[in-house]
């Protein structure tokens, strides 16, 4: 059975990035003297599918730190070239995300690592999320892309665990009900 899980930091209003994709108010808050976990998570999955917006982020910083293979959900890039940087480590599917999920599993992935707004939406819509890990950053940016959306029906949650870091964030594990 293929699962997917998701990692992710809001802000205390809800939102991941500010309407035009920044997230310096996060990247602000990056202490590495604190451990919020990423190594634990990121160890038993197999892939990380994100959208075009986080892949359009990421490819803006000096390194490319994911050791994972990469599917980068997108209808305006499934068609393009993978950067040649990037060929072995990343490719571009319009799958809808049911669909991706099997394709992910007839290849033999368990564990999926999803990131992005619109794309944890989207599987989240289709109940495909069986956990989540968000980490609150304390700070109100007013206005951005939000980690939630409409949904059509509630989504029970169950709470695992909440941890305070020293520097204010909150982290907190859930659950999807069954």
């Known amino acids: 059975m293929t699962t997917a899980h998701v990692f992710i930091a809001t802000s205390l209003d809800g ?3 500010r309407p035009d994709g920044d997230i310096d108010w996060l990247l602000q808050r990056d202490d590495p003297t604190e451990d919020h976990g990423y190594s634990d998570f990121i160890a038993d999955k197999d892939v990380i599918v994100m959208g075009r917006g986080s892949y359009e982020k990421v490819l803006t910083f000096d390194t490319w730190f994911y050791e994972r293979p990469v599917v980068v959900l997108s209808e305006r890039l499934a068609d393009s070239p993978v950067p040649e940087a990037l060929k072995g480590k990343v490719r ?3 799958l809808a995300p049911m669909e991706l ?10 564990r999926v690592y999803v990131d992005g707004g619109q794309v944890v939406q989207s599987f989240l819509c289709d109940g495909l ?3 989540m890990v968000i980490t609150t950053v304390p700070v109100l940016i ?7 959306g409409a949904l059509q029906q509630d989504v029970e949650l169950k709470l695992v665990s909440s941890r305070c870091f020293p520097s204010g964030l909150v ?6 009900a069954a």
């Open 15 to 17: 939102f991941i990035a």
């Open 92 to 94: 571009f599917s319009n």
């Open 101 to 110: 999920m099997e394709d992910l599993k007839r290849q033999g992935v368990r």
């Open 129 to 131: 999320i069986a956990d």
């Open 142 to 148: 007013g206005s951005g892309r939000p980690l939630f």
């Open 171 to 176: 982290q907190s594990t859930y659950l999807l």
